[in-house]
């Protein structure tokens, strides 16, 4: 017969090692949940450091293919990453140098064009002007007209001045003359065009504002055209503001070049003109050519710098041009 506390013995043993099973098992279940979590957390971690460069290299490439080459992306993340971006944004930085240049090519074979045009109208249309002119101006020297007749003859000679300086100015354009390479102090030079135009701004009660750096800034170019590219766009200027205003005229030095900004007060470049504001024959002036600002940036071209502009309707334009300045020129005094 056995002893029935041996059985008991025997009983609470199993159960202490059900029990400790048990333990086990949950402790295992604890650490591989605590396991799993941690690589869930992980995981969604190196998903988002992954995926939210990946997403926006893809928005970026959308952009690209829409025509936008502008669009750069955010060099971050891995190795691997960091050297996408930068092939990504070296892609797009020459896709956007191509795509300036092929604008480039297309305005020269335009104005090419454009230069046979004007050579035929200058010919064709010249000698009848002449012709027109001088029979009007005889007409009204020798006989003496009625004031309505003297009327009519002051616009025909009023109409035939407009052409020829129409014809003159595609001429200007089509066909430019050879730039001097002669010290400007660009200064100096504006100074000259806001003394020419003062009377007429103080008589559109145009308040004006000038900056002008310590020294001066010396360009390499042609005088003549700088006045009067800096002239045409004093004139803009003027125009846009018939009620009065105010008319900004700042030089400065930066990184090397000379810059010079012109802002007015007026009303602004109609959003439907800004993308082609510097193409010839687009103007918003009802007898304006459309000829002034595209001269302004073939000169700025002419002369190594470059040509922008910021506008918003009913607050104002500002237009600034960029020169490349003479090494050492800053120093000489004024």
């Known amino acids: 017969e056995q002893n029935p506390i041996v059985w008991a013995d025997l009983g609470m043993t199993d159960q202490l090692t059900l029990l400790s099973h048990v333990r086990t098992l949950e402790l295992f279940v604890l650490l591989a949940g605590i396991a799993g979590a941690l690589s869930l957390v992980v995981a969604l971690s190196l998903s988002k450091l992954i995926s939210r ?28 990453l960091v050297q996408l971006a930068t092939g990504f944004n070296d892609m797009t930085e020459q896709l956007e140098t191509l795509r300036r240049r ?12 454009l230069g046979e045009a004007a050579a035929v109208m200058a010919h064709e249309i010249r000698n009848p002007l002449g012709i027109i002119k001088t029979s009007s101006q005889v007409l009204r020297m020798k006989f003496q007209l009625p004031q309505a007749s003297e009327r009519l003859i002051s616009f025909v000679l009023d109409e035939v001045g407009r052409i020829e300086k129409l014809v003159q ?58 006045h009067q ?9 003027m125009d846009a503001m018939p009620d009065g205003g105010t008319l900004t005229v700042a ?50 071209e ?7 502009f910021d506008s918003l309707p009913g607050v104002g334009t500002t237009f600034t041009l960029r020169l490349p300045m003479v090494p050492g020129s800053e120093g000489d005094p004024r």
Do not use: C
Not at 102 to 113: G, H, I, M, P, Q
């Open 53 to 80: 460069p990946l997403s926006r290299l893809t928005q970026a490439l959308r952009r690209v293919h829409e025509g936008d080459y502008s669009t750069r992306v955010a060099v971050e993340g891995g190795r691997e």
């Open 102 to 113: 092929e604008a480039l090519v297309r305005r020269r074979e335009k104005l090419a064009v």
């Open 169 to 226: 100015e595609l001429l200007d354009y089509a066909q430019p003359k050879t730039i001097a390479r002669l010290p400007v102090d660009i200064g100096a030079e504006l100074h000259t065009v806001l003394e020419f135009t003062a009377p007429e701004l103080a008589q559109r009660r145009i308040a004006v504002q000038t900056a002008w750096p310590t020294g001066r800034a010396v360009a390499m170019g042609d005088g003549t055209r700088l």
């Open 229 to 237: 590219a800096f002239l045409n766009i004093l004139l803009n200027a």
């Open 251 to 300: 030089v400065a030095r930066e990184d090397g070049d000379i810059v010079v900004t012109i802002g007015d007060t007026g009303a602004g470049v109609s959003t439907e003109v800004q993308d082609r504001i510097f193409d010839p024959f687009v103007t918003t002036k009802p007898r304006g050519t459309g000829l002034g600002l595209a001269r302004v940036r073939d000169v700025m």
């Open 302 to 308: 002419q002369h190594g710098g470059s040509i922008h």
